[in-house]
T-cell receptor, first 112, second 113 residues
Framework: QKEVEQNSGPLSVPEGAIASLNCTYSDRGSQSFFWYRQYSGKSPELIMSIYSNGDKEDGRFTAQLNKASQYVSLLIRDSQPSDSATYLCAVNGFGGSYIPTFGRGTSLIVHP | DVKVTQSSRYLVKRTGEKVFLECVQDMDHENMFWYRQDPGLGLRLIYFSYDVKMKEKGDIPEGYSVSREKKERFSLILESASTNQTSMYLC????????????FGPGTRLTVT
């Protein structure tokens, strides 16, 4: 059974701080890792993807992948109230599986 | 930009009615998916399709069926709507040749009374 675990939160950070969101996964053969942002009442929006160990930066967002420890994280620098949302971690499996396993998401609240 | 559209943002139906939810994507993606999302339960896969006329059951197919007659269109059918099918329904698509990142439509909030 493939599992993706996230702390449900809420994670509360002050405006301007770094928000750190974490995700662990069970399938050691997983190859593709994604972060989605979902505002309340809206659909998930893909914000980051990462495929190899290390960091990947895109603007204020940094995705970090450690396959040996089976975790992936998302850092949001200079957090803004507009970053308040639920962040979903998704993992695609080994052998070309195109069906991702989603975590249940972490709720982030950025307060002014 | 990938565009996935869904036929309705909000829908209210009565118990026992047949309900059609339609999803259209404009990026020539092979894979299409239907999820429902409920508070505390996360995203749950109902059905998916990897080609025209091909369909596979997801984790919770009971009470649902699907149709994919054209590559760009994937329909979800509730044969006889029940109150426990009140939920947010999300369609997604992905390209078969890439890393399979999914792109979601805006969602349909279905209420069955």
């Amino acid at each position: 059974q493939k599992e993706v675990e996230q702390n449900s939160g809420p994670l509360s950070v002050p405006e301007g701080a770094i928000a750190s969101l974490n995700c662990t996964y069970s399938d050691r053969g997983s190859q593709s890792f994604f972060w989605y942002r979902q505002y309340s009442g809206k659909s998930p929006e893909l914000i980051m993807s990462i495929y190899s160990n290390g960091d990947k930066e895109d603007g204020r967002f940094t995705a970090q992948l450690n396959k040996a420890s089976q975790y992936v994280s998302l850092l949001i620098r200079d957090s803004q109230p507009s970053d308040s949302a639920t962040y979903l971690c998704a993992v695609n499996g080994f052998g070309g599986s195109y069906i991702p396993t989603f975590g249940r998401g972490t709720s982030l609240i950025v307060h002014p | 930009d990938v565009k996935v559209t869904q036929s309705s943002r909000y829908l209210v139906k009565r118990t026992g009615e047949k309900v059609f939810l339609e999803c259209v994507q404009d990026m020539d993606h092979e894979n299409m998916f239907w999820y429902r999302q409920d508070p505390g339960l996360g995203l749950r896969l109902i059905y998916f399709s990897y080609d025209v006329k091909m369909k596979e059951k997801g984790d919770i197919p009971e009470g649902y069926s699907v149709s994919r007659e054209k590559k760009e269109r994937f329909s979800l059918i509730l044969e006889s709507a029940s109150t426990n099918q009140t939920s947010m329904y999300l369609c997604a698509s992905s390209f078969q040749g890439g890393a399979y990142e999914q792109y979601f439509g805006p969602g349909t909030r279905l209420t069955v009374t």
